[in-house]
């Protein structure tokens, strides 16, 4: 028989995610949507990359969302200079054991902000693959668990920036969901302006949630019901994505997995047991179009980006909803 989860769990879990989110507005100004899908990737148990032009909020909401939770925390700025062992940690000789010991670099927290990951070079950024993926890191034959929950937060401008490194398909997929930020809106932009010029550190948000709740709530999104008419529509729609002959492959078995998890995890945000053809639509845009490439070349990054988007819209849209 298959565990649903309970409406009294399922309600508890939709007021404290309420509470999460009206404890990041305090800082995110105007940006309800990109919050939600923030939570979303959350309690989904995946890993979130904020890409978009430089200074409109991309480290601020990484800030907050680890500000607003009771769990470990570190941030590393990545630069062309980083190395795998600055990230993952190394193995040194210890004097007085007589044996090398391990020293866990700053990915052992529960979020881990990669500020400007795309700075890094692919070794460096190679680095996170396994623990992105596995929740531990291998170091001289012996696996050392990370933190749990975790969750990488990585932010970066975008790839046609001078400086940067391109982040491989590997990479990429290891993301869950990718998010831009963009613009304020005039009456947002002048509440930001009228506030104190503060630095990220100086951020005060009392937590709201801590591990332990973060932990349920990703047990939870796992009983949120899915109907087979439901999963049959994210087929159709995943592989619609693999015969577009706009795109050079389609999305991977791993990328449909994370749309199914996404739609579970967005109508629990709802408060609801159960997922609706309208928590798949929502998820798309965020978890597919990172995966996704055009078959035709182009040097305009962002144009390819809103490229992809509107393919996928236009996929979404030709594909028959679940009666």
Do not use: W
């Not at 769990?9 to 309800?32: P, S």
């Not at 982040?167 to 005039?186: A, I, V």
């Amino acid at each position: 028989m298959t565990d649903f989860a309970p409406a009294a769990e399922v309600a508890t879990a939709r007021d404290l995610l309420a509470r999460l989110k009206a404890n990041m507005r305090l800082t995110i100004k105007g940006k309800d949507d990109v919050i939600d899908q923030t939570l979303v990737c959350l309690i989904a148990g995946g890993h979130l990359l904020i890409e978009d032009l430089p200074g409109v909020g991309k480290t601020t909401l990484a800030y907050s969302l680890a500000r607003s939770m009771d769990a470990g925390f570190s941030r590393v700025q990545f630069t062309s200079d980083l190395l795998p062992s600055d990230v993952i940690g190394v193995s040194v000789y210890d004097e007085l054991v007589k044996e090398f010991v391990f020293k866990p670099g700053p990915v052992f927290a529960n979020i881990v902000l990669a500020d400007e990951i795309n700075r890094a070079t692919p070794k460096t950024q190679s680095a996170l693959l396994e623990v992105m993926d596995r929740a531990k890191v291998t170091v001289d034959g012996a696996a050392h668990p990370v933190g749990s929950p975790f969750m990488v937060v990585a932010t970066q401008n975008p790839v046609d920036y001078e400086g940067t490194f391109p982040l491989p398909e590997s990479q990429m997929d290891r993301f869950m969901m990718r998010l831009q930020m963009g613009y304020p809106q005039p009456g947002d932009e002048l509440e930001i302006l009228r506030a104190p010029k503060l630095g990220y550190d100086a951020i005060a948000l009392n937590p709201v949630m801590t591990r332990t709740d973060v932990l349920k709530l990703q047990s939870l999104v796992g009983r949120v019901f899915v109907e087979d008419s439901v999963l049959d529509y994210i087929l159709k729609i995943i592989t619609a994505t693999r015969t577009e002959a706009e795109f050079r492959a389609g999305i991977s078995v791993r990328g449909g997995l994370a749309l199914r998890v996404a739609a579970q995890a967005h109508a629990l945000l709802l408060g609801r047991d159960f997922v609706i053809p309208s928590d798949v639509q929502e998820a798309v845009g965020p978890v597919l179009a990172h995966r996704l490439g055009l078959v035709r070349q182009t040097s305009d990054a962002l144009e390819e980006r809103r490229t992809v988007s509107a393919t996928l819209r236009r996929i979404v849209s030709a594909v028959t909803l679940p009666e």
